[in-house]
């Protein structure tokens, strides 16, 4: 896994411009580029090429770029960073339940893109001596063997179900989990048309781990999709500290 420049990028889109577009920054870059006009090319390029990224147009001729998500996902956790129109909400939101990682609304930024690219490798990238048991960001830190929540070194007192909603936005920390995910992940397949349960345990959660709960550094809103929990500020874990 190559987690800077050097990386292999799968870019799936059917208009040349923005194909070129793309492969002439990501190159610059020191991305190592392929692209794919449709969703069977796509496909075929997974084995040859074994991209480390793909950016995935959803408007794709033959197979749909949900097919080509769904597909990917039944054997492979790379990440999948959805390109769509800002009026395609729906086909967002079902990409993102189908194991999408993030998106991106055309037209779009270059910054942008390689911002959610760089997020996407570091998501992916497997852990020095696995996974930590110590999660730190900033003022914040989570002690997961121990079930411990703290801030500024003060214990913060959660919930079970807070605590199980905290620990899955951390685990998943820097992707898009849509609502019916977190439902479904954290209360169960019988609640995913309850969104208010959501959105009560979120205030909740921020009232208590956001520094500024009226601005939340931890725990962002994507609007008409879900959440994210921001790993910008994760600083590494005990384990790491002592080498």
Same mark, same amino acid.
């Given at each position: 896994?190559?987690?800077?420049?050097?990386?292999?990028?799968? @870019?799936?889109?059917?208009?040349?411009?923005? @194909?070129?577009?793309?492969?002439?920054?990501?190159?610059?870059?020191?991305?190592?580029?392929?692209?794919?006009?449709?969703?069977?090319?796509?496909?075929?390029?997974?084995?040859?090429?074994?991209?480390?990224?793909?950016?995935?147009?959803?408007?794709?001729?033959?197979?749909?770029?949900?097919?080509?998500?769904?597909?990917?996902?039944?054997?492979?956790?790379?990440?999948?960073?959805?390109?769509? @129109?800002?009026?395609?909400?729906?086909?967002?939101?079902?990409?993102?339940?189908?194991?999408?990682?993030?998106?991106?609304?055309?037209?779009?930024?270059?910054?942008?893109?390689?911002?959610?690219?760089?997020?996407?490798?570091?998501?992916?990238?497997?852990?020095?001596?696995?996974?930590?048991?110590?999660?730190?960001?900033?003022?914040?830190?989570?002690?997961?063997?121990?079930?411990?929540?703290?801030?500024?070194?003060?214990?913060?007192?959660?919930?079970?179900?807070?605590?199980?909603?905290?620990?899955?936005?951390?685990?998943?920390?820097?992707?898009?989990?849509?609502?019916?995910?977190?439902?479904?992940?954290?209360?169960?397949?019988?609640?995913?048309?309850?969104?208010?349960?959501?959105?009560?345990?979120?205030?909740?959660?921020?009232?208590?781990?956001?520094?500024?709960?009226?601005?939340?550094?931890?725990?962002?809103?994507?609007?008409? @999709?879900?959440?994210?929990?921001?790993?910008?500020?994760?600083?590494?874990?005990?384990?790491?500290?002592?080498?």
């Amino acid at each position: 896994m190559n987690t800077a420049g050097g990386a292999r990028i799968l @870019v799936v889109d059917d208009e040349i411009e923005i @194909v070129r577009a793309l492969q002439r920054s990501l190159s610059a870059y020191g991305y190592e580029v392929y692209a794919a006009s449709s969703g069977e090319e796509a496909l075929e390029a997974l084995g040859h090429f074994r991209p480390d990224v793909m950016l995935l147009d959803l408007g794709l001729p033959g197979i749909s770029g949900l097919e080509v998500c769904k597909r990917v996902r039944a054997h492979s956790n790379l990440p999948i960073i959805v390109l769509s @129109v800002k009026d395609s909400e729906r086909d967002k939101v079902l990409a993102l339940d189908l194991g999408a990682d993030d998106y991106v609304a055309k037209p779009f930024g270059m910054n942008e893109v390689l911002a959610r690219i760089r997020v996407a490798l570091r998501h992916a990238a497997p852990l020095q001596g696995g996974t930590a048991a110590v999660f730190k960001a900033g003022p914040l830190r989570i002690d997961f063997a121990r079930r411990l929540v703290q801030l500024n070194g003060k214990e913060v007192k959660l919930t079970p179900t807070e605590y199980e909603l905290l620990k899955v936005l951390v685990q998943n920390r820097g992707k898009i989990m849509t609502r019916q995910m977190l439902l479904t992940r954290v209360w169960g397949s019988g609640y995913g048309g309850e969104a208010h349960y959501l959105h009560v345990y979120i205030g909740q959660l921020r009232r208590k781990i956001e520094p500024d709960p009226a601005h939340p550094r931890f725990i962002l809103t994507i609007s008409g @999709v879900g959440y994210r929990f921001s790993a910008e500020e994760e600083t590494a874990g005990e384990e790491a500290d002592e080498g």
